[in-house]
């Protein structure tokens, strides 16, 4: 069984069904794309892996490490080793990265019967984090998001993830609105933690630069709410020639993808 | 100068036509909710005579109720004021003062217990430099043209029955008195401390900053956390043991020229049923400056008259407020920003949540009385609402008699932000855990610019505890919604 499975997933919001029966199968070790056209449900998707309330699964069921957690709460599937880099990171005034970080470290250690983290241990996190990703150590003690810029932002879902050693993470289009600089450090993080800290990702964007920073080993094309093709990196080649139209006319009408 | 109505300051306190504050209705509500205006009852009468003036008052009025039509009232008539005593038998200092103030160095302390001063302690240094801290009731004795002088300069003494319950009745009471040039780095603690039900503590401060001094005043309202269904005397067998406590506080603090004090209230009157009823007025002498901060976070009926009044050119004020309501709390703060000359400076910034049946309501009021030119200020009330049945009104209004001035008040209501809490939520934090952290990065703003590390951890951690208390009621409103 693999870490994370997903099994023929419906969702819905209040206005419309968004995901119409996705399968996929994602391990620690593991990266993935996933791409899509604008409004084919990969925000969604990523949404609802963690639990937005706002989602409602109607049909199928999510899998991770052998639990089902279609119905677990957000903050469960955290700490159970999900992480979700979010597309549009809220700003949490009042709160700084450091704190904020020691908290929800603290947040899965005690929802695991452990201690809280020591400070010593928690500054030497801190800092291999904050060298991994080539951000100011002062970045830390300023307020979660809050007046970051983009790219601030993005750095800082990733800091957070190094910090909280997720098993498998799903970046949310982390690379929309990066400029290229921003870009090579987020997706030279993404691999490193692969590399050092075996890591499972499900990449998602609609683009295909981030690609040429972070391999994946497995490439799914989402539309319409269903994934129509899947296979490896070459797939990332073919929709830069192809683009997302000609996939659409061979597999858009085609409905669920043959296994 | 005639009584009000709704649209133009009057006269209150001393001043006024007695029988304007017993009217029901319009004049009662006009006369309440306004400005303190002119001299106080002081006005050059002794001690003795104030307290028989206030005692006729006392005599003579109803318990007050204050109301806004269609916003709130605030009715003291649940009050059994007969069942209360004013004990001045105290000796120990009571468990809830040691346990809550914080260990930190400090100027001085003074501890009062129901209806007794229990505890003066004055740093040695500063008593030799002529600081002075001491009962009011000493510094009449000791220092009485000093007190005499400044006494109830501001302060009325028959607006409402508690009021001049105050005036006539109070007794222990702190003073405190910083001499000209004098600068104090460490607080000065006022603690009123009430540890039983049936209790009317009439607790009166009276604090004076000379030409030039610096210092901090940090005001302690604390009581036991008793059970008001069962108190102690009603277990044991008194089936008819008050079940209530009362403090009816009046508070003057007057800044002389160039002198500057961070003024800070740290007020938690507990589970029990205490009520409180004050009037606080701070005066700003020229180019003085206050930065005052009163965290209102517990209580089971609370009325507080803050004015922070710039008296003289050049005055500068900061007037920050936090309250934090739970469970059946009713919380009514009045604040005023009075400006009675100019050039002057002020600054006004609350913010409040309330949870539960909690019931706040906050009326800030900017006045700028004729001739105060050049007058820059600004009034800002932030509330957030937490459960579905509390209940936030925030009231901000502008009274404006002179011409060359700027006076805007603005304001936020908020609920908490789901985006937000889904995104700590993604992070591990649970439901609660994420609202703690919304609802302290709200208040922290305020708490920070305490500039005061053991009394802001102390705010925080109350703050912790009051919405760790609503929890249920919290994920019930998120959930609903």
Redesign the interface.
């Known amino acids: 069984m693999a870490d994370l499975e997903i099994k023929d997933l419906h969702v819905r919001t209040e206005e419309r069904e968004i995901l119409r029966g996705v399968n996929l199968e994602i391990n620690r070790g593991e990266i993935h794309a996933l791409m899509g056209p604008n409004g084919s449900g990969k925000s969604t998707l990523a949404n609802t892996l963690l639990g937005h309330p706002a989602y409602e699964v109607t049909e199928g069921s999510i899998t991770f490490k052998g639990e089902d957690i279609t119905a677990a709460e957000p903050h469960d599937r955290a700490q159970a080793g999900l992480f979700l880099a979010f597309q549009y990171p809220v700003a949490i005034p009042g709160v700084s990265v450091a704190n904020f970080l020691r908290m929800a470290i603290n947040a899965k250690r005690i929802g695991e019967g452990g201690e809280p983290i020591q400070v010593k241990e928690f500054r030497t996190q801190l800092q291999h984090a904050v060298e991994l990703l080539d951000v100011d150590r002062a970045f830390t003690s300023r307020h979660l998001n809050d007046g970051f810029s983009g790219g601030e932002k993005k750095r800082a879902e990733i800091l957070q993830m190094a910090m909280l050693t997720p098993d498998v993470a799903i970046l949310d289009e982390t690379d929309s609105g990066l400029d290229i600089d921003a870009l090579r450090t987020v997706a030279e993080g993404v691999q490193r933690l692969h590399d050092e800290q075996g890591l499972g990702a499900l990449i998602i964007t609609h683009y295909q630069r981030i690609l040429h920073y972070v391999k994946p080993q497995f490439v799914h094309i989402l539309m319409d709410g269903r994934i129509v093709l899947e296979g490896g990196v070459e797939l990332v080649e073919r929709l830069e020639r192809e683009g997302y139209d000609q996939i659409r006319q061979e597999y858009g009408e085609q409905g669920e993808l043959a296994a | 100068m005639s009584a009000g109505n709704g649209a133009t300051p009057s006269p209150a306190g001393a001043g006024a036509p007695a029988d304007v504050a017993a009217k029901p209705g319009r004049h009662r509500e006009a006369s309440l909710y306004h400005a303190l205006h002119g001299a106080g009852a002081g006005d050059g009468r002794s001690l003795a005579e104030l307290r028989e003036a206030a005692l006729a008052a006392y005599e003579r009025l109803e318990l007050p109720v204050w109301r806004r039509s269609g916003f709130w009232s605030t009715s003291l008539q649940s009050l059994d004021l007969d069942a209360l005593q004013t004990s001045i038998d105290e000796r120990a200092v009571p468990d809830v003062v040691t346990r809550t103030l914080p260990e930190r160095p400090r100027a001085g302390r003074i501890v009062q217990s129901a209806g007794a001063v229990v505890h003066v302690e004055l740093d040695e240094q500063l008593a030799e430099r002529g600081v002075l801290l001491c009962s009011l009731e000493q510094a009449f004795a000791q220092h009485g043209e000093l007190a005499s002088k400044w006494y109830s300069k501001r302060l009325p003494l028959d607006r409402h029955k508690l009021e001049a319950a105050n005036a006539a009745l109070w007794t222990g009471g702190a003073f405190l008195y910083v001499p000209p040039g004098v600068v104090v780095e460490h607080p000065f603690e006022i603690v009123y401390a009430i540890d039983r039900p049936g209790i009317a503590q009439y607790g009166r401060t009276l604090a004076l900053g000379d030409a030039n001094s610096e210092f901090r005043v940090h005001e302690y309202d604390l009581a036991e956390d008793f059970d008001a269904v069962s108190p102690p005397a009603r277990s044991a067998g008194d089936p008819e043991a008050p079940t209530q406590s009362l403090h009816a506080g009046a508070f003057e603090l007057y800044l002389n020229d160039g002198a500057r004090c961070r003024l800070a209230q740290y007020q938690d009157w507990g589970q029990g049923e205490v009520f409180d009823v004050s009037t606080r007025f701070v005066g700003v002498g020229r180019d003085a400056y206050c930065h005052w901060l009163p965290a209102l976070l517990g209580g089971h009926l609370v009325r507080q008259h803050l004015e922070l009044a710039v008296m003289e050119k050049g005055g500068d004020m900061a007037f920050r407020g936090v309250f934090c309501t739970q469970a059946d709390e009713h919380l009514d703060v009045f604040a005023v920003d009075l400006h009675e000359t100019g050039p002057s400076g002020g600054d006004v910034h609350w913010r409040g949540t309330a949870t539960g049946e909690s019931r706040a309501s906050f009326e800030g009021l900017i006045q700028i009385d004729p001739g105060s030119q050049r007058t820059h200020t600004y009034l800002q009330i932030h509330t957030m609402m937490l459960s579905p049945k509390a209940r936030i009104d925030a009231i901000p209004s502008v009274l404006v008699s002179a011409d060359d001035v700027s006076a805007s008040h603005g304001g936020t209501v908020g609920e908490l932000?789901?985006?937000?809490i889904?995104?700590?939520?993604?992070?591990?934090?649970?439901?609660a855990?994420a609202v703690r952290?919304?609802v302290?990065?709200?208040?922290?703003?305020l708490i920070a610019e305490l500039q005061d590390e053991p009394l802001a951890e102390l705010v925080r951690a109350q703050i912790a505890k009051k919405l760790a208390a609503a929890r249920e009621d919290i994920e019930a409103y998120a959930t609903s919604r």
Do not use: C, K, N, W
């Open positions: 932000d789901e985006t937000a889904f995104y700590m939520q993604s992070r591990g934090l649970d439901r855990a952290v919304i302290e990065g709200f208040f922290e703003p």
